[in-house]
């Protein structure tokens, strides 16, 4: 993201807890996606959009003190966290670049693996900054990407204003310049840029009022619906409506509740 275009979900105290929740929450698909990318000791990486750096932290234990990592964020206040963090562990392995991808200078045919998870749907012309990723890619190098594809969201029992949320988030992403269905648009990218397609996987996680996953998204609309109104995507009333039945169906305990789809996508530089 550009310093500025703001990131739409925000950069402050309150949504790094939340993005330290997030990352809580899907460490196992992750986790099951980095099994088999099988990212080997030694290895140069680039996590862009590294936030407080939840991700990146693991990536130094996988690549060792032979490898290296770089953390790419355009907020000052998530890449000053993760430096404090690193410092206090004495990580040296460990390279910063504030700024945003569009305006950073990053090399060419370089990295093993290139990183980014809930980035890609989030920019503006996320095709030429996908490219831009691309050509820092080693020959043989790797793309890892987990975005959402932003379908598949729920919550049961139906009937009542929540039912509208895809649609509302959707539209949410597309206020801050983003495409919640560019995923979809990436295999076709890789080939014609000579991207072997590894893994095009989706994922999702369900769970009662009592689950962690309740409990993430919980975390979001609570803040972000009042801020869907604000951005004038929906209007007070819908805003009010929403909140009021997520509410009522965390009393409920029939309540049953979907993630979006999350896909995970691999692609290799021949």
């Known amino acids: 993201m550009g310093e500025n275009k703001e990131y739409i979900l925000g950069t402050n105290q309150t949504e790094l807890e939340r993005l330290g929740f997030q990352h809580k929450v899907w460490k196992r698909i992750t986790d099951s996606f980095f099994d088999r990318i099988k990212i080997q000791k030694g290895w140069k990486c680039l ?16 690549v060792g003190e032979s490898g290296e990592v770089t953390a790419l964020e355009p907020s000052g206040l998530y890449i000053n966290y993760l430096k404090v963090l690193c410092a206090g562990k004495n990580i040296e392995n460990i ?4 700024g945003n991808l569009e305006d950073s200078d990053i090399e060419n045919e370089h990295y093993d693996m290139i990183f980014l998870r809930w980035v890609i749907d989030f920019v503006p012309k996320p095709e030429k900054f996908l490219l831009k ?37 959707r539209n949410y992403w597309r206020a801050g310049g983003g495409d919640p269905y560019f995923i979809s648009k990436i295999p076709p990218i890789f080939k014609i840029n000579n ?3 590894l893994d095009f996987s989706p994922q999702s996680l369900a769970g009662d009022t009592d689950s962690d996953i309740y409990e993430w998204a919980n975390r979001f609309f609570s803040v972000h619906l009042q801020i869907m109104a604000d951005m004038k ?33 691999i692609g290799k530089k021949l």
Not at 51 to 56: E, L
Not at 144 to 163: C, R, S, T, V, W
Not at 250 to 258: D, K, L, Q, Y
């Open 47 to 62: 996590d862009v959009g590294a936030g407080p750096g939840f991700v990146s932290m693991e990536l130094i234990d996988k």
């Open 95 to 98: 390279k910063f670049i504030h």
């Open 133 to 169: 990723l691309l050509s820092a890619l080693k020959k043989g190098g790797i793309i890892a990407i987990e975005d959402y594809n932003y379908e598949g969201i729920a919550l049961f029992p139906k009937g009542g204003a929540f039912d509208n949320i895809t649609e509302t988030v």
């Open 195 to 197: 991207i072997e397609l």
């Open 233 to 265: 995507v929906i209007s007070q009333k819908e805003s009010n409506e929403m909140l009021a039945d997520w509410i009522s169906h965390r009393a409920n305990p029939e309540t049953v509740f979907f993630s979006p789809i999350l896909v995970d996508v």
